[in-house]
């Protein structure tokens, strides 16, 4: 099997590898595979696969909704959301939002590496950014859409059988019209995250933690959660 340049500067440069070496590594399909490293190079290299050392595990789906924030604050919302089992990250501009430009390269590289860190065999899926109200429209239904909305009262989230999203708004917050077009949206649930007004990135942490948390404990007894 053959490396992509990046992987075999990786393994040769940062990681200090060399042929004859073995490495651990997942294509999102197929588990995880130990290999032998059989020719490596500054920008290329061939790895050959001995065996299975873990399976492929089907993730719960989880979706991650945000307003984009300054780079490095979204970076690090990739990043930790990534650890903490998102399967799909899909950025929407907001009223609000100050940021529109966005590097999905950039972002995918981060989710890669961040899965590689916490020993996750998938990535999540990086959706191409898209307004909130074009969102609520192409939204399925079915699948409930936990908006969270400071001040609001409202229950923390919790996860659901048909597929949990988060929703965070940016650092301005949701506008008064988008609130309303919520609240009178079916599927869109408020839900709080505790009595203190948090920044957008630690709303997305904590949500996430959460409902990652309610799914934890509550595996043997996931279809009693709507
Ligand atoms: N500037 C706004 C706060 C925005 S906080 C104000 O002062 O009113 C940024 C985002 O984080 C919000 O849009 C919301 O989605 C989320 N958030 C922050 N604190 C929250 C809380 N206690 N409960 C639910 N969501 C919260």
């Not at 919790?158 to 597929?163: E, L, R, T």
Request: hydrophobic share 40%.
């Amino acid at each position: 099997m053959a490396l992509e340049p990046e992987q075999a500067h990786y393994l040769g440069n940062v990681m200090r590898q060399a042929v004859g070496d073995f490495v651990c590594l997942f294509n999102g399909l197929h588990g995880e595979w130990r290999c032998r490293i059989e020719i490596l190079r500054k920008d290329r290299g061939i790895v050959v696969p001995e065996r299975q050392t873990r399976q492929q595990v089907a993730d719960a789906p989880l979706t991650l909704v945000f307003a984009p924030l300054k780079r490095d604050t979204t970076n690090l919302v990739i990043e930790k959301a990534t650890e903490l089992g998102v399967t799909r990250i899909q950025p929407v501009f907001t009223e609000r939002s100050n940021t529109l430009r966005l590097n999905l390269d950039r972002f995918s590289a981060i989710a890669r590496e961040a899965s590689e860190q916490c020993e996750r065999l998938s990535v999540p899926e990086i959706c191409p950014a898209m307004p909130l109200y074009t969102l609520l429209e192409a939204w399925n239904p079915v699948e409930k859409l936990h908006a969270a909305i400071e001040r609001s009262g409202a229950h923390s989230p919790a996860p659901s059988s048909n597929g949990t999203a988060l929703l965070v708004g940016p650092e301005g917050g949701f506008s008064p019209t988008e609130l309303d077009v919520m609240r009178r949206t079916p599927f869109v649930e408020a839900v709080g995250l505790g009595p203190r007004i948090l920044r957008a990135e630690t709303a997305c942490i904590v949500g996430l933690a959460l409902l990652q948390a309610a799914k934890w404990d509550n595996r043997g007894a996931a279809a009693a959660i709507s």
